[in-house]
């Protein structure tokens, strides 16, 4: 990622008063970090612009994060800019009224199957769209802010389509862009905690369940639950 590819994306932001943001159907964390971490941002950044998130299509695991903002007439979308993260290609995004903004910009890091937006900044060696969006803000610190919450959102992408740092495509630059989030006061365990899937909470809560019984009834500690729990996705155990 260089400068040179994000200076037209912060340039056609700084250019409209207006901007409203899209993700893919059905988002993931990345998808939903992205757009909210994005839009918290450039609310921070420039106080003086309307920044507009009107999803309907949400996550129930990713609640937590917040609601996003009501829907609008089509006539709100004419003259403002529509910035697009995490989709490839245009029969994902969400809200169908991207097509009525006056310009589109891009920013994704799957392979760019369908350019879809004039301005467009895709990282397909990326491991999230939100680390693109945190090296975004670390390369523009001058214009772009960024808190606790924006840095929250952009962490938990990071985390989410990264499988925990350890897919392909986490190099160096990613774990450095997780140490300035980091710097900005993020929570991670409170964040990895939290986008635990109701997977994982079922097969822990189930094991513990198991175990409490077992040794309130003074029987022996069945080696099946140990077993389950060690079969999922999880950090390093302690012993409490």
């Not at 990326?126 to 680390?131: L, N, P, Q, R, T």
Request: net charge negative; glycine share 6%.
């Amino acid at each position: 990622m260089t400068r040179e590819k994000m200076l037209p994306i912060l340039q056609k932001i700084q250019e409209y008063d207006h901007i409203i943001l899209f993700r893919h159907k059905r988002p993931d964390g990345d998808c939903l970090g992205a757009s909210k971490g994005l839009q918290r941002m450039l609310r921070l950044s420039f106080p003086e612009k309307q920044v507009d998130l009107p999803e309907s299509d949400g996550s129930e695991h990713l609640a937590f994060l917040g609601p996003d903002d009501p829907a609008m007439s089509e006539a709100a979308y004419v003259n403002a800019l529509g910035v697009v993260v995490d989709t490839g290609s245009s029969d994902r995004i969400s809200n169908p009224h991207f097509s009525l903004c006056r310009e589109l910009v891009k920013i994704d890091h799957h392979p760019n199957v369908e350019p879809y937006a004039p301005t467009l900044w895709v990282e397909e060696d990326c491991s999230s769209c939100c680390e693109m969006i945190a090296a975004l803000a670390e390369t523009f610190p001058e214009t772009l802010k960024i808190d606790p919450q924006a840095a929250s959102f952009l962490y938990l992408g990071m985390v989410t389509d990264s499988g925990r740092f350890r897919f392909p495509g986490v190099n160096g630059d990613t774990l450095r862009r997780a140490a300035f989030l980091m710097d900005a006061g993020v929570d991670c365990i409170k964040i990895e905690g939290r986008a635990k899937s109701a997977y994982y909470a079922a097969i822990v809560t189930g094991a513990y369940r198991h175990c409490i019984d077992d040794a309130a009834a003074g029987r022996e500690l069945d080696p099946i639950w140990r077993d389950e729990v060690d079969h999922i996705s999880h950090r390093i155990y302690s012993t409490g």
